[in-house]
């Protein structure tokens, strides 16, 4: 089982729409989970951060959280063209490494 | 500057041959990662460096890989005896202190190109 894992997609949504985003993972104990937008040819950017179950809002984005069921996943209100970008989901496994393993992303394209 | 630091941003070489990558990370920040990036595909962890600890070295491909951390700042990753198959976007990224919390910032990477 892969330690981080999303739907590759492509996801496509109409402009205006809800896009919802998805990820599992599998270390129990992992604290910190991280959603980054990766623009093509570019770099991750960071564009939220979770860690505590339940919603957490910025803007148009919400991430959720579920520890018991292992899940997070992102929602976009009123998605724009400009949100067409990979999103990659990123998960901070349990001490003592505290270090960080991304999903393989899901690609996002919002239709005008 | 204010972010993380990669260099060369492109890198053409013939199979065979040695290269080095080089990331200059956010000043004060002791965790360092390196990503592999292949066209199309996911980030490929390849090793970790928090501080003064042992490396986390569990994501590398092949012996042909290594990397150093010196002064625990600036960071070099080596490939040796490169083969086609290595190329790909070479991701660095850093983040600040030592926990679980800490989210990355990366570098606008090199893109590796082997012939």
């Known amino acids: 089982q892969k330690e981080v894992e999303q739907n590759s997609g492509p996801l496509s949504v109409p402009e205006g729409a809800i896009a919802s985003l998805n990820c599992t993972y599998s270390d129990r104990v992992s604290q910190s989970f991280f959603w980054y937008r990766q623009y093509s040819g570019k770099s991750p950017e960071l564009i939220m951060s979770?860690?505590?179950?339940g919603d957490k809002e910025d803007g148009r984005f919400t991430a959720q959280l579920n520890k018991a069921s292992q899940y997070v996943s992102l929602l976009i209100r009123d998605s724009q063209p400009s949100d067409s970008a990979t999103y990659l989901c990123a998960v901070t496994l349990s001490p003592p490494g505290n270090d960080m393993r991304f999903g393989a992303g899901t690609r996002l394209t919002v239709k005008p | 500057g204010a972010g993380v630091s990669q260099s060369p941003s492109n890198k053409v070489t013939e199979k065979g041959k040695d290269v080095e990558l080089r990331c200059d990370p956010i000043s004060g920040h002791t965790a360092l990662y390196w990503y592999r990036q292949s066209l199309g595909q996911g980030l490929e962890f390849l090793i970790y460096?928090?501080?003064?600890?042992?490396?986390?070295k569990s994501g590398l491909p092949s012996d042909r890989f290594s990397a150093e951390r010196t002064g625990g700042s600036v960071s070099t990753l080596t490939i040796q005896r490169t083969q086609q198959e290595d190329s790909a976007v070479y991701l660095c990224?850093?983040?600040?202190?030592?926990?679980?919390?800490?989210?990355?910032?990366f570098g606008d990477g090199t893109r590796l190109s082997i012939l």
């Open positions: 990224a850093s983040s600040s202190g030592q926990g679980a919390n800490q989210p990355q910032h």
């Open positions: 979770i860690y505590s179950n």
């Open positions: 460096f928090q501080g003064n600890s042992a490396p986390d």
